[in-house]
């Protein structure tokens, strides 16, 4: 029986399909106004991907910010439950999950069951989130991909005073006046949203393995600065870590539909 | 004998000179990127306006976010203390200072003297201070200066989900695109600002009587916004409330003068 999931972000859609334990298809697409529109495109993608039809489909659950409102959807699961999921379906040995997302941040301890025993979100402040990144990336006149890459080129990474993105923003703006280069700036900027993240992950107790999921976990700057950061390393995932939540929820369909 | 208060803000430059109990100058302009330069050329205009020069001044003090780099100043102090100080001496009543800024906010408790018995402040995160509305105003296109009439104009002022800077600027412009009355909306955020600034002053006690100093106290939505926030009556500065901090360095120097003569 093949199963699928559908994460709806604030800035990406993701699409997963199983058939058991094997990966069929995926897909990813950016997020538009209509969530609704974002699911139907992402999910015609994966299946096209699959060569599949959504009558192949036995049950697809959906995660996400936009969850409420697919379609196609029988059933609904938290994002914090996906990203649990589809990590310990990946790897089970992971223990901790830092999750950052376009709009927001998670911290996810799981047992050796991959129950989650605590969690914590941040969807309050915008520091420590992918949105901290976005703005970033706009001022340097960078693609926010760009931002990771060109930070393992940093010969002095500059260090930000500020927590908060406006007044960061500020002193990026000044350094850039300075003539800095954007290596360094973009260095400084990853070790300012690793900090960050860093105090949200200490509250759950960081207990190894480690991993990262969600679109940020692409950065390899913020990565290895996070590592840095925590002293432990990060898991690298099979799978793209920006898919965590769909694969979650495809794992969930598959368990709904009775094969463990 | 004339003294001066210098005020090197992070967004504007204020000067004052006073002779005896009376300002008899003051001066407000954009700040420069060196603060020393809106420093020298703040004083230079303050001078100007009634005749003066430097000489004739017996004693400056500096404070704000640049006191330390005025090169013309004989004692550096807190912004805290001049506010403080200024809004006491301006309206004894006074025993409670809310001071918001272009990038901090402060809530300063004062005795019958004007000297700081209490405070609270906030520069870490930029709700809660100026730094907000300039922002929104920005994403509306609209003047900061004009949101005090705008939000006059309101009749269902939004209610706003988020507080971060960043998350609400998303979220207003989803409001305009969903058709809301921009009134509406400035309503909505002088609202949100207040209830940020009411929990750093209710931190350390509501006390006697409040003021609102600063350049946000221009803002008539503004000033009744956090009078709803606080739910007492603020007392009104005749003064302008953005030269009020250099007001209490004047206040500083006219006291530091009399103790050197």
Request: charge should be neutral; hydrophobic fraction near 45%; glycine fraction near 10%.
């Amino acid at each position: 029986m093949i199963a699928a999931g559908c994460d709806v972000g604030s800035l990406t859609t993701k699409a997963v399909i199983l058939n058991n334990a094997r990966l069929l298809g995926h897909a990813l697409v950016r997020s538009s106004f209509n969530p609704e529109k974002s699911a139907s495109e992402v999910m015609e993608k994966a299946l096209a991907s699959a060569r599949l039809t959504m009558d192949d489909i036995s049950l697809c659950v959906g995660t996400g910010y936009g969850r409420e409102r697919i379609g196609f959807v029988k059933k609904t699961v938290s994002e914090i439950s996906c990203h649990a999921k589809g990590a310990h379906f990946l790897q089970p040995s992971i223990r901790t999950i830092i999750d950052i997302g376009g709009q927001d941040c998670k911290a996810i301890r799981l047992d050796a069951k991959g129950e989650i025993v605590k969690f914590i979100t941040n969807d309050k402040c915008a520091s420590g989130t992918g949105r901290f990144l976005e703005v970033m990336a706009k001022l340097l006149g960078l693609e926010l991909g760009e931002l990771g890459r060109i930070s393992g080129q940093a010969t002095h990474p500059i260090t930000l005073a500020s927590t908060c993105t406006v007044w960061a923003q500020a002193e990026v703006i000044m350094h850039l006046n300075e003539g800095m280069p954007k290596a360094d700036l973009a260095a400084g900027i990853n070790e300012a949203m690793a900090a960050r993240v860093a105090i949200l992950a200490r509250s759950v107790g960081i207990e190894q393995d480690v991993c990262m999921t969600g679109g940020v976990a692409k950065n390899p700057g913020v990565v290895e600065a996070m590592e840095k950061q925590l002293g432990v390393p990060m898991r690298r995932l099979r799978l793209d870590p920006q898919l965590m939540g769909a694969l979650g929820a495809a794992v969930f369909a598959r368990e709904r539909l009775g094969v463990s | 004998m004339y003294v001066a208060g210098c005020d090197v803000g992070s967004l504007s430059a204020k000067a004052v000179i006073m002779k005896d109990d009376n300002i008899v100058a003051s001066h407000i302009m954009f700040a420069r990127p060196e603060p020393s330069e809106s420093a020298r050329v703040v004083m230079e205009e303050t001078l100007r306006k009634v005749g003066l020069s430097m000489e004739d001044i017996a004693c400056c003090v500096g404070t704000g976010y640049g006191r330390n780099a005025i090169p013309f100043a004989q004692a550096c102090e807190s912004e805290i203390a001049c506010h403080g100080k200024a809004a006491q001496w301006l309206k004894p009543q006074v025993r409670m200072v809310i001071d918001i800024g272009g990038q901090d906010a402060k809530a300063i408790r004062v005795d019958e003297t004007g000297t700081v018995v209490r405070y609270a402040y906030n520069d870490r995160c930029a709700s809660g201070t100026g730094r907000f509305l300039e922002v929104m105003a920005g994403a509306m296109g609209i003047d900061i200066e004009a949101m005090g009439d705008i939000s006059a104009q309101a009749r269902e002022p939004v209610t706003l989900s988020n507080q971060c800077v960043v998350f609400a600027e998303t979220e207003i412009i989803s409001l305009i695109n969903a058709g809301r009355e921009l009134p509406d909306i400035v309503g909505g955020l002088h609202r949100a600002l207040s209830h940020r600034v009411a929990s750093l002053a209710r931190s350390i006690e509501l006390e006697g009587e409040i003021t609102m100093t600063g350049g946000v106290a221009k803002n008539r939505g503004m000033f009744t916004a956090l009078e709803e926030a606080l739910g007492v009556k603020l007392v009104r500065m005749d003064t302008d409330p953005q030269i009020i901090g250099a007001v209490g360095a004047a206040l500083m120097a006219r006291q530091t003068a009399a103790g050197n003569g």
